[in-house]
């Protein structure tokens, strides 16, 4: 009975050993996964915080550059080269994204004299390898009344251009300063516009706007 007893003693005290040492390695994973958990939100906390100095970089950046590009602007307007500076060699890029199409040419400050006398200057022409033409007029402020005067340029084109007509004409629009009322109507006409912003000269029109064919 004694050594039975003992026996008992002994397994109790192994099972309250087995249950501590348990105790103890649980202790030891529990407060390693504590650690590792509060170590992982410590990186995503520094994570996040230069997620968001690397937008405020991103964005006052931007920022400079658009103030940089709106100076150029104003000092070649200044000068008179704003289509030769800012407008055309941003014109590929643009006729690109609007057609689709690589451009196969691109002429600026292109005249035109027609027997009869009448002459027209059009700030650039870009023709696209797919047989479509981007059509520019450049002021420094756009106004409505440059926006109705430009839609009879388009409307001229072909006379002055006879090569050109069986291309499908896109009119854009260039200008240092758009009004949002002067965006609407020339976006009503169908006329892409352009002013001057991260890319120089980038895209003003809205999203989900169709330029007219003439």
Same mark, same amino acid.
């Given at each position: ?26 202790? *030891? ?37 658009? %103030? ?42 292109? *005249? ?8 027209? %200057? ?16 450049? *002021? ?71 330029? *007219?064919?003439?």
């Amino acid at each position: 009975m004694i050594d039975l007893e003992e026996r008992v003693d002994r397994l109790e005290e192994m099972v309250h050993e087995f249950v501590l040492n348990v105790g103890i390695e649980f202790n *030891k994973v529990y407060n390693s996964q504590m650690r590792t958990e509060a170590e992982l939100r410590a990186f995503k906390d520094e994570m996040k915080e230069f997620k968001d100095e690397m937008k405020a970089f991103k964005d006052e950046m931007r920022q400079a550059n658009r %103030e940089m590009n709106r100076r150029w602007g104003e000092l070649a307007n200044k000068m008179g080269t704003l289509v030769e500076d800012l407008v055309a060699p941003s014109l590929p890029r643009v006729v690109q994204k609007i057609l689709s199409q690589e451009v196969a040419d691109l002429s600026v400050r292109r *005249k035109r004299r027609l027997p009869d006398g009448r002459t027209w %200057e059009f700030d650039g022409i870009v023709v696209t390898a797919g047989g479509q033409v981007g059509l520019n007029s450049t *002021k420094s402020t756009l106004r409505s009344a440059d926006v109705d005067h430009f839609t009879k340029e388009v409307v001229a084109f072909r006379e002055f251009f006879p090569e050109y007509v069986d291309y499908p004409v896109v009119g854009i629009l260039s200008s240092l300063a758009v009004e949002e009322s002067v965006l609407n109507y020339a976006e009503r006409c169908g006329l892409v516009v352009l002013g001057v912003g991260d890319q120089v000269m980038e895209i003003k029109n809205r999203p989900g706007f169709s330029p *007219k064919f003439w």
